[in-house]
């Protein structure tokens, strides 16, 4: 059993930046042979891709509206991945999902990724 858990979302203005943060435990092992993934959803939509990291970090994947303001990263040592987000819009508000795949970072399709956190809010106000 795998545990996928999200923290520091928030309440930001818009302009502002978060860093979210999903740590990994359980009978996982090393996060070292995963790609990790971050998705969200707001109210009454689907849930989309954001962002996703290769196993060695050396790849990564990003939807159109967060590039150049999104930065995904991790540290395989302490299981966790990373969601920097700077110049934050109201539309970026959602609930903001980690999750992990074996499928490589291109692969945006969330029915290939198979562990999921709880989510953590991010509500952006103009």
């Known amino acids: 059993q795998v545990q996928l858990v999200e923290a520091g979302g928030g309440l930001v203005q818009a302009g502002d930046s978060l860093r979210l943060s999903c740590t990994a435990s359980?009978?996982?092992?090393?996060?070292?042979?995963?790609?990790m993934g971050w998705f969200r959803q707001a109210p009454g939509k689907e849930r989309d891709f954001v962002a996703a990291i290769s196993w060695d970090g050396g790849r990564t994947s990003y939807m159109d509206s967060v590039k150049g303001r999104f930065t995904i990263s991790k540290n395989n040592a302490k299981n966790a991945v990373y969601l920097q987000m700077n110049s934050l819009k109201p539309e970026d508000t959602a609930v903001y999902y980690c999750?992990?795949?074996?499928?490589?970072?291109?692969?945006?399709?969330?029915?290939?990724?198979?562990?999921w956190g709880q989510g953590t809010q991010v509500t952006v106000s103009s």
């Open positions: 359980g009978t996982f092992g090393s996060m070292y042979r995963y790609t």
């Open positions: 999750a992990t795949t074996a499928a490589p970072p291109d692969v945006q399709s969330d029915s290939r990724y198979v562990y």
